[in-house]
């Protein structure tokens, strides 16, 4: 039996009389790609940032492995394992491929900006060439990140969430925004990082061929609850699941 990599147990969040979790239970297995869907404002990012701790739960507890990350600051939660991306990019604008490549690694004690230009060990260099060269970008490794086609950006993302070896990286939407041809691009590279490097993904996904696609289980929720759980074609014809959808949550 595979190992739980991530658990989420009883998570409750509110903001004022809103309920936007309701005692969720979850997990991710190491080296699984867990999909979760749910309506607009079925609480699905507020998960997320209570994960990372953007957000903090009211009630519950959240485990990486053996080891607890509740309300930890998001720093702390980085360098335990947990990598992020999000529904609108967050590069770099002005920086440039491989800054932004670089500025993603976490030092201890040390600003983000400073790890650029400290100078960058061959190791740590070799492996943003590697990761860029695996998500297909390297040739544009010197060119300012805002420069790059949206879709681009969402290829510099997933490469930069892999650059510390996480434990688990969480995709928000990771094919939003993205013309259907570098869509099927960032497909294959998820699913190539699952099966090369053994990369464990939970994905937050609207695109539902894309989520059935990549996903080995899935989550639905709706209205701050899990209203599903399963095979991916389980899900998706889930009673309670359709109704979520044609009910317009």
């Given at each position: 039996?595979?190992?739980?990599?991530?658990?989420?147990?009883?998570?409750?969040?509110?903001?004022g009389?809103?309920?936007?979790l309701?005692?969720?239970?979850?997990?991710?297995?190491e080296?699984?790609?867990?999909?979760?869907?749910g309506?607009?404002?079925?609480?699905?990012?507020?998960?997320?940032?209570?994960?990372?701790?953007?957000?903090?739960?009211?009630?519950?507890?959240?485990?990486?492995?053996?080891?607890?990350?509740?309300?930890?600051?998001?720093?702390e939660?980085?360098?335990e394992g947990v990598?992020?991306?999000?529904?609108?990019?967050r590069v770099?604008?002005?920086?440039?491929v491989?800054?932004?490549?670089?500025?993603?690694?976490?030092?201890?004690?040390?600003?983000?900006?400073?790890?650029?230009?400290?100078?960058?060990?061959?190791?740590?260099?070799?492996k943003?060439?590697?990761?860029?060269?695996?998500?297909g970008?390297?040739?544009?490794?010197?060119?300012?990140g805002?420069?790059?086609?949206?879709g681009?950006?969402k290829?510099?993302?997933?490469?930069?969430?892999?650059?510390?070896?996480?434990?688990?990286?969480?995709?928000d939407?990771?094919?939003?925004?993205?013309?259907p041809?570098?869509?099927?691009?960032?497909?294959?590279?998820?699913?190539?990082?699952?099966?090369?490097?053994?990369?464990?993904?939970?994905?937050?996904?609207?695109?539902?061929d894309?989520?059935?696609?990549?996903?080995?289980?899935?989550?639905?929720?709706?209205?701050?609850?899990?209203?599903?759980?399963?095979?991916?074609e389980?899900v998706?014809?889930?009673?309670d699941?359709?109704?979520?959808?044609?009910?317009?949550?």
């Amino acid at each position: 039996m595979s190992e739980k990599c991530l658990e989420v147990m009883t998570l409750s969040k509110r903001f004022g009389g809103l309920t936007a979790l309701d005692r969720i239970d979850l997990y991710v297995n190491e080296a699984e790609i867990v999909g979760l869907i749910g309506p607009n404002g079925s609480g699905k990012t507020t998960l997320f940032n209570c994960i990372t701790s953007f957000v903090k739960p009211d009630n519950g507890k959240i485990f990486l492995r053996t080891v607890e990350i509740t309300n930890r600051s998001p720093h702390e939660i980085i360098q335990e394992g947990v990598s992020r991306t999000f529904q609108i990019t967050r590069v770099f604008p002005e920086l440039t491929v491989m800054e932004n490549m670089l500025i993603s690694i976490s030092h201890k004690e040390e600003s983000r900006i400073r790890s650029i230009y400290k100078g960058n060990n061959k190791a740590e260099i070799e492996k943003a060439w590697e990761l860029l060269e695996f998500v297909g970008i390297s040739k544009l490794s010197g060119e300012p990140g805002g420069e790059l086609s949206y879709g681009q950006q969402k290829l510099l993302e997933l490469a930069s969430s892999l650059m510390q070896n996480p434990t688990v990286v969480l995709l928000d939407e990771p094919t939003a925004g993205v013309n259907p041809t570098l869509i099927n691009k960032i497909i294959d590279r998820i699913m190539e990082a699952n099966k090369q490097y053994g990369v464990t993904f939970f994905v937050i996904e609207h695109n539902m061929d894309v989520i059935m696609s990549i996903s080995m289980r899935m989550y639905a929720l709706a209205a701050g609850k899990i209203i599903a759980e399963g095979d991916p074609e389980g899900v998706r014809n889930n009673p309670d699941v359709l109704e979520a959808y044609l009910g317009g949550d």
